[in-house]
């Protein structure tokens, strides 16, 4: 018999799940804190104690950079080119995820997944035909040529993960806005979209983080210079600058920080929106 005593709760194994986050997160801050810090060293310093704190400080690798117009001229592209991603697929997935969810009709499942088989669909197979169908619609050296495949590869990620959203929107709040008048859109752009806040955030930082680092596509884009984004500058500097080691990380720095500082900020509704939307049925 028990006889009153309250049960014994068994205490989770944090200490194990606590050291694999430490190791993961040591593995993925290391190379920062010594790129970083390389950053600030002379190259003969960072050959003979790559791994000690710089002696003296060479502020110089890192103002160089940010003097440079190329620089900020691919932060302008890159910036640019992930904000215009992020609204047109943003905009199509949600339109599109509201359909799935809120419509009835022959055949939603089937086109539904038709659209989920993107996501196996790797890019890099892609990329020859993409590069064919851009030089013939005239989308090379074009930004649109970048934005627009880069949302049409994210739409399927984007859908599934908006489709949970306003699939938990209670009908209730449907039908009473429609006794209220409010048309199938203005329930879609007044109701859904403001409820479903979380997923938008969500799914607007993975796309702005995801072009943000994209290489692949902008270097089979562009070949003007003046129309390269930041991964693509990262290229060239390092081949201009190979002996310059030091230089070379404090142009890496310089570049991570805009996604980083995004990232950094947008990591609450990032977390928040992957967290409700397991929820969601």
Not at 13 to 32: E, M, Q, R, S
Not at 170 to 197: N, Q
Request: aromatic residues 14%; glycine residues 10%; hydrophobic residues 55%.
């Amino acid at each position: 018999m028990n006889h009153g005593r309250p049960p014994v709760r068994r205490r989770r194994p944090t200490l194990p799940l606590h050291a694999i986050a430490w190791i993961v997160g040591a593995f993925i801050l290391v190379p920062i804190v010594y790129a970083l810090l390389g950053g600030f060293k002379s190259n003969s310093r960072l050959s003979s104690d790559p791994f000690g704190l710089p002696d003296p400080w060479v502020v110089a690798n890192y103002t160089d950079v940010l003097g440079s117009g190329s620089f900020w001229r691919q932060v302008w592209n890159s910036t640019f080119i992930a904000v215009a991603t992020t609204v047109v697929m943003v905009g199509l997935s949600a339109l599109a995820a509201f359909v799935f969810a809120r419509f009835a009709f022959r055949g939603r499942e089937v086109l539904f997944t038709l659209f989920t088989a993107g996501l196996m669909f790797p890019f890099a197979v892609a990329i020859l035909p993409i590069f064919v169908l851009l030089r013939t619609f005239g989308l090379l050296d074009n930004p649109l040529g970048v934005i627009l495949t880069q949302a049409a590869f994210g739409l399927p990620l984007t859908i599934i993960i908006l489709r949970g959203f306003f699939r938990g929107i209670p009908g209730e709040i449907e039908e009473a806005a429609i006794i209220d008048g409010c048309s199938p859109f203005g329930f879609f752009w007044r109701i859904l979209l403001p409820m479903a806040r979380p997923a938008v955030a969500t799914v607007s930082v993975l796309a702005i983080v995801g072009s943000w680092n994209n290489f692949m596509l902008p270097l089979v884009v562009f070949s003007d210079e003046t129309s390269w984004t930041l991964p693509l500058g990262i290229q060239q500097f390092q081949g201009q600058y190979a002996a310059d080691t030091a230089r070379v990380l404090a142009y890496l720095i310089l570049a991570m920080l805009p996604a980083l500082g995004f990232y950094a900020i947008a990591e609450r509704h990032l977390v928040g929106g992957l967290t409700a939307g397991a929820t969601k049925g």
